[in-house]
């Protein structure tokens, strides 16, 4: 049982990294393949942190990482349409011919 919901979470993290791959356009739509994969890693760090190694405080700073990383892009992302009225990666470009 446990080794089929391992798969499953590792079906899900090779989607959410394709997911990541093929949507580079949007900056919102990068974040939310992030948030995804911080998702499953949390599932995954769930099952090995709290079930085999009883390690809770490691979860916590994973967390206290997920929230901080989330706030910097929901950031980066208001800047972004403030400044340049969109959010398209090409946008940010400043080295484009």
Do not use: A, P, W
């Amino acid at each position: 049982m446990m080794n089929l919901f391992i798969l499953v979470l590792m079906f899900m993290l090779f989607s959410g990294i394709l997911f990541y791959i093929f949507n580079f356009n949007h900056l919102l739509m990068m974040l939310l393949g992030l948030e995804y994969l911080l998702l499953i890693l949390s599932l995954l760090f769930l099952i090995n942190l709290m079930m085999i190694i009883k390690q809770y405080i490691l979860l916590l700073i994973f967390f206290i990482f997920c929230i901080s990383e989330s706030v910097l892009g929901l950031t980066i992302l208001i800047l972004m349409v403030r400044m340049y009225g969109n959010d398209y990666l090409k946008s940010l470009m400043i080295l484009q011919c």
